[in-house]
């Protein structure tokens, strides 16, 4: 795995809790790889400054196109 793009498209998931979750999981796993993330829905500002404030090398993606092109860009 060279890296991992999460996509999470809901409209009422509390887009921080998942936050919180992948942060934690990061965390946990030491992650070594690029780390792009997509999240729309409930709370989705707060999520994309939970994942930014994380100190991990998460890029936080508009859509999924972006995040497409942000995935492609880290294996760079």
Do not use: M
């Amino acid at each position: 795995v060279r890296c991992i793009l999460v996509n999470i498209f809901g409209g009422i998931v509390n887009c921080a809790t998942i936050a919180k979750g992948i942060t934690e999981a990061a965390k946990k796993i030491s992650l070594r790889v690029p780390l792009v993330v997509r999240l729309e829905g409930t709370n989705v500002e707060e999520a994309k400054r939970l994942l930014a404030d994380s100190g991990l090398p998460i890029l936080s993606a508009d859509n999924l196109e972006d995040a497409a092109k942000k995935a492609v860009s880290a294996l760079s």
